[in-house]
């Protein structure tokens, strides 16, 4: 696709409830970021994926949030018995490794937790 | 909605020299502001962000940014910069409201610090 799509834009769940997150990176684009910003925060960095290699899992804030990368592209971050202070923006974030550093960003999931 | 521009997206400078990465936004509602940078091969970090009170912020590794809700501006500066700063810096905004706490970011600035 053009840009570096996720779905759902929001998802309002109840705690408790496991969440899926999706994320479909810019095409060929071999590192895939997750993140998240809750209200008046900046950014918290979540997972690295780089092509094959293991993902950096250093920013998962505890054992209920894991993270998928299927084929090299898509990407699922999975969150399990989520509580109120999950609630937060979740970004996914895409960049190509051979010439160019930049990084691209989807939409955000807005997640709400009840 | 929000929006940022960041007008510049590439700044060439020499080491030791000042540079100043420009940041403006518009808004409907009031915002926090955020400058974000990403050294090479590694991910985004929070460089400095502004909440609320003196409308001059320092980071720890000399960069200042200041906000102008007048000019709508949050531009980021340093009096002398290194090599090591050779990188890309992102401005993003935030609505301090509860109907949204997305995140919009601006397109990005290549600082490319050279000897």
């Known amino acids: 696709g053009a840009g570096v799509s996720q779905s759902p834009s929001n998802k309002v769940t109840e705690k408790g409830k496991d969440v899926e997150l999706r994320c479909d990176p810019i095409?060929?684009?071999?590192?895939l970021y997750w993140y998240r910003q809750s209200l008046g925060q900046g950014l918290e960095f979540l997972i690295y994926f780089q092509g094959n290699s293991a993902p950096d899992k250093s920013g998962l804030p505890s054992d209920r949030f894991s993270a998928e990368r299927t084929g090299g592209s898509v990407s699922t971050l999975t969150i399990q018995r989520t509580q109120q202070e999950d609630s937060a923006v979740y970004l996914c974030?895409?960049?190509?490794?051979?010439?160019?550093?930049?990084?691209?960003f989807g939409s955000g999931t807005q997640l709400s937790v009840l | 909605a929000q929006s940022v521009t960041q007008l510049d997206s590439q700044v060439p400078v020499f080491e030791e020299a000042p540079v100043e990465l420009r940041c403006n936004y518009s808004?409907?509602?009031?915002?926090?502001l955020f400058w974000y940078v990403q050294y090479p091969n590694q991910g985004l970090q929070l460089l400095l962000k502004y909440l609320s009170g003196s409308t001059l912020v320092k980071s720890i590794n000399g960069f200042e940014a200041e906000f102008n809700k007048s000019q709508t501006s949050f531009h980021l500066r340093k009096p002398s910069v290194h090599i090591s700063d050779t990188a890309e810096y992102f401005c993003a905004v935030t609505p301090l409201n509860n109907a949204g706490n997305m995140l919009t970011f601006g397109g990005g600035t290549r600082l490319m610090v050279k000897p």
């Open positions: 095409s060929g684009h071999t590192a």
């Open positions: 974030a895409s960049r190509s490794t051979a010439t160019n550093e930049k990084l691209f």
């Open positions: 808004s409907s509602v009031s915002v926090y």
